[in-house]
């Protein structure tokens, strides 16, 4: 079991920069591929950044080049770091943890981009 809590979420103006946290509960974190979805009212989730246990990284169009994820698996935390924020990028922000197709989510942090 692993359970996922998200932090760091917040108000920024376009332009902006916002590093989200998402702290993980048990031993194997580090064994776990992990990733960001995000969704905002009325749409599907979006799939924003993944990375594996070896640390391979992929990101969707959208957000190549602002956005970066990592993870500090000595401290089982997953990282997103935004630079460059923009309006679109406003929604709530869902960390994963994924292994042997078990799939456990965190409740989210809301990232608000005015313009």
């Known amino acids: 079991q692993v359970q996922l809590v998200e932090s760091g979420g917040g108000l920024v103006q376009a332009g902006g920069s916002l590093r989200l946290s998402c702290a993980a509960s048990?031993?194997?974190?580090?064994?776990?591929?992990m990733g960001w979805y995000r969704q905002a009212a009325g749409k599907q989730r979006e799939l924003v950044a993944t990375?594996?246990?070896?640390?391979?990284?992929n990101y969707a169009d959208a957000v190549k080049g602002r956005l970066t994820i990592s993870r500090d698996n000595a401290k089982n935390t997953l990282y997103l770091q935004m630079i460059s924020l923009k309006p679109e990028d406003t929604d709530i922000y869902y960390c994963?943890?994924?292994?042997?197709?078990?799939?456990?989510w965190g409740q989210g942090t809301q990232v608000t981009v005015s313009s």
């Open positions: 048990g031993s194997t974190f580090s064994t776990h591929a």
């Open positions: 994963y943890a994924k292994r042997g197709g078990v799939l456990y």
């Open positions: 990375i594996t246990s070896g640390g391979t990284t």
